[in-house]
């Protein structure tokens, strides 16, 4: 039997061009991916590697985003890193990024799933400010309230500002409330730097309302400083041996959040 041959009209020749187009652009934003998710400039086996192709293919596209000005090549090393252009496109896109928005929906859904009490706050000039509260089942009730300013040294969600904020930031906060509370002037501030950097998280039992659990998670900006905090708050109506995988679930949730707004958490 006898195939009837395919014929190529323009207008199938235009959709394959098309096709291969798309293709193309896709291969394209992998190598820029690739570029972006290094904190220094690649060689081009890394990009290579890191995007799937060879590195003459790889070569390729990078000579074609370097061309754009989406990539450029460093004259000493060979290295390739992003392009003015790549950056402009970056700080466009977080220009139209809303921290709060996105965290207050993402802790919205997780208070909805869980039934767990949740603050989010972040730093004003005198301490972290509670700037949104969702509240859960059973509800917890306290005297803080949105506008509250929680204390650095005594809470875990000032915590978590004093590990993840410059100390240059909080130097004065911590010399005010440690002369103006009896007590406090034996507060190991580096201790508690080391303990959430490396635990990633701070808690607290008792330290500011009796019988209140806290814990708090940071959400990172670009520039890898805490910019939001959520603190998921219990009370005796809440079993303690659930509070770890609590606090789990929403340390994904701020993790999440972070990369949704270009954030990224620091090295340890």
């Not at 730093?123 to 400010?129: A, D, N, R, Y």
């Not at 609590?246 to 958490?265: H, N, S």
Request: hydrophobic fraction near 45%.
């Amino acid at each position: 039997m006898t195939k009837t041959p395919v014929t190529r009209t323009p207008a199938r020749e235009g959709a394959a061009k098309r096709r291969a187009g798309i293709q193309s652009v896709g291969i394209g934003l992998r190598v820029l991916d690739a570029l972006a998710s290094h904190d220094e400039p690649q060689t081009l086996g890394a990009i290579a590697a890191a995007s799937g192709l060879s590195a003459s293919q790889a070569h390729r596209y990078l000579a074609s985003l370097v061309g754009a000005g989406m990539a450029r090549q460093e004259t000493d090393s060979a290295r390739y890193d992003l392009g003015p252009g790549a950056l402009r496109l970056g700080l466009g896109a977080l220009a139209r990024v809303d921290a709060f928005n996105a965290a207050n929906t993402a802790i919205t859904g997780f208070v909805r799933e869980t039934g767990r009490t949740v603050q989010m706050a972040s730093l004003g000039p005198t301490g972290p400010i509670v700037v949104r509260w969702v509240m859960g089942f059973p509800p917890v009730t306290t005297s803080l309230m949105v506008g509250s300013t929680l204390p650095l040294l005594r809470s875990a969600t000032g915590h978590v500002f004093l590990a993840f904020k410059p100390e240059n930031v909080t130097r004065q906060m911590v010399e005010r409330e440690t002369a103006a509370a009896r007590g406090l002037t034996d507060v190991d501030v580096e201790a508690i730097r080391r303990r959430v950097r490396e635990d990633g998280y701070a808690t607290v039992s008792g330290s500011i309302i009796p019988g209140l659990r806290a814990a708090a998670l940071p959400i990172f900006d670009f520039q890898q400083e805490v910019v939001l905090t959520a603190t998921v708050l219990a009370t005796d109506a809440f079993d303690p041996a659930g509070d770890p995988a609590i606090r789990a679930a929403l340390a994904d949730v701020c993790d999440g959040v972070t990369l949704a707004i270009g954030g990224r958490r620091p090295k340890a």
